[in-house]
């Protein structure tokens, strides 16, 4: 968690942005700030502006000061105009974020059999016998699950990803039951992906998480594609980060609904 101003600037600005997980100290917050500004806390998904194929839930709480701020409009209406806009569109699946290159997945299986000690088999179609003993076993167990609660072959699911950072006897983290992908981790359990038989690569990773990692995505955003980076630093970046569309439509809501006294005339209409 973070504040986007800090220190003594957050003391004599006109707003500022605390953001963090679910579980933030809203109380801490208002003790230590409650004085001097309104504080508004909002709850955001990924599924609100149409990544349902990820999990990330997450709260920001905005401070606005209440001798130089001004509300100009109601953020949670202006956030729930935005996402029942974006809601008109087709959602995101976890197969969606699919988008590595051939060659992108051959480099991080050849990372990874460096790392272990393996040796990389390029006709190879499945990335299993790069696994630890431990991740096949939680593969065997989690398909196990998948059978007997379902029915059906856990194989023939495109949209079933399995995290085997967990053990399996305390927790069963999969895509099975919300349909979407677990909430990224900064440790380095894999996301399998069970159909493919193999695990989300790095791209594929910030792919879910808003980035956009190709052109195709990055032509739509009107930006330049993400450089790509290695596997154990996107782990970390992912592991603590805020979902990026998320993250634009919240700063886009707060841009609009607070401000200063001396500088807005007219309240925002939607």
Same mark, same amino acid.
């Given at each position: 968690?973070?504040?986007?101003?800090?220190?003594?600037?957050?003391?004599?600005?006109?707003?500022?942005?605390?953001?963090?997980?679910?579980?933030?100290?809203?109380?801490?917050?208002?003790?230590?700030?409650?004085?001097?500004?309104?504080?508004?806390?909002?709850?955001?998904?990924?599924?609100?502006?149409?990544?349902?194929?990820?999990?990330?839930?997450?709260?920001?709480?905005?401070?606005?000061?209440?001798?130089?701020?001004?509300?100009?409009?109601?953020?949670?209406?202006?956030?729930?105009?935005?996402?029942?806009?974006?809601?008109?569109?087709?959602?995101?699946?976890?197969?969606?974020?699919?988008?590595?290159?051939?060659?992108?997945?051959?480099?991080?299986?050849?990372?990874?059999?460096?790392?272990?000690?393996?040796?990389?088999?390029?006709?190879?179609?499945?990335?299993?016998?790069? #696994?630890?003993?431990?991740?096949?076993?939680?593969?065997?167990?989690?398909?196990?699950?998948?059978?007997?609660?379902?029915?059906?072959?856990?194989?023939?699911?495109?949209?079933?990803?399995?995290? #085997?950072?967990?053990?399996?006897?305390?927790?069963?983290?999969?895509?099975?039951?919300?349909?979407?992908?677990?909430?990224?981790?900064?440790?380095?359990?894999?996301?399998?992906?069970?159909?493919?038989?193999?695990? #989300?690569?790095?791209?594929?990773?910030?792919?879910?998480?808003?980035?956009?990692?190709?052109?195709?995505?990055?032509?739509?955003?009107?930006?330049?594609?993400?450089?790509?980076?290695?596997?154990?630093?996107?782990?970390?970046?992912?592991?603590?980060?805020?979902?990026?569309?998320?993250?634009?439509?919240?700063?886009?809501?707060?841009?609009?609904?607070?401000?200063?006294?001396?500088?807005?005339?007219?309240?925002?209409?939607?």
């Amino acid at each position: 968690a973070c504040f986007v101003k800090t220190g003594q600037r957050i003391s004599s600005s006109c707003s500022g942005a605390y953001t963090g997980e679910m579980d933030i100290k809203v109380k801490a917050v208002n003790d230590i700030l409650g004085e001097s500004y309104h504080i508004y806390q909002l709850f955001v998904s990924p599924e609100d502006v149409g990544h349902s194929g990820i999990n990330r839930r997450r709260t920001y709480l905005f401070c606005s000061h209440r001798e130089t701020g001004r509300y100009v409009y109601d953020i949670y209406e202006a956030y729930a105009a935005v996402c029942a806009a974006i809601r008109t569109k087709p959602g995101t699946s976890p197969a969606d974020y699919l988008v590595a290159t051939p060659t992108q997945v051959a480099a991080e299986a050849m990372q990874v059999a460096h790392t272990r000690k393996k040796t990389y088999k390029h006709a190879a179609k499945s990335l299993a016998y790069l #696994l630890t003993k431990r991740e096949r076993k939680q593969i065997v167990l989690l398909d196990r699950r998948f059978r007997q609660r379902f029915g059906r072959e856990p194989a023939k699911d495109p949209n079933l990803i399995y995290y #085997l950072g967990d053990n399996v006897s305390f927790a069963v983290t999969w895509s099975a039951v919300s349909g979407a992908i677990p909430c990224f981790r900064a440790r380095g359990g894999k996301y399998w992906h069970r159909k493919s038989r193999r695990w #989300l690569v790095a791209v594929e990773r910030m792919a879910a998480m808003g980035f956009p990692v190709n052109e195709d995505q990055a032509r739509v955003m009107g930006v330049s594609p993400v450089p790509s980076m290695e596997s154990t630093r996107v782990g970390k970046v992912l592991g603590n980060s805020f979902h990026y569309t998320n993250a634009a439509v919240v700063l886009l809501c707060a841009l609009c609904c607070f401000g200063r006294q001396d500088q807005c005339q007219q309240n925002v209409v939607w």
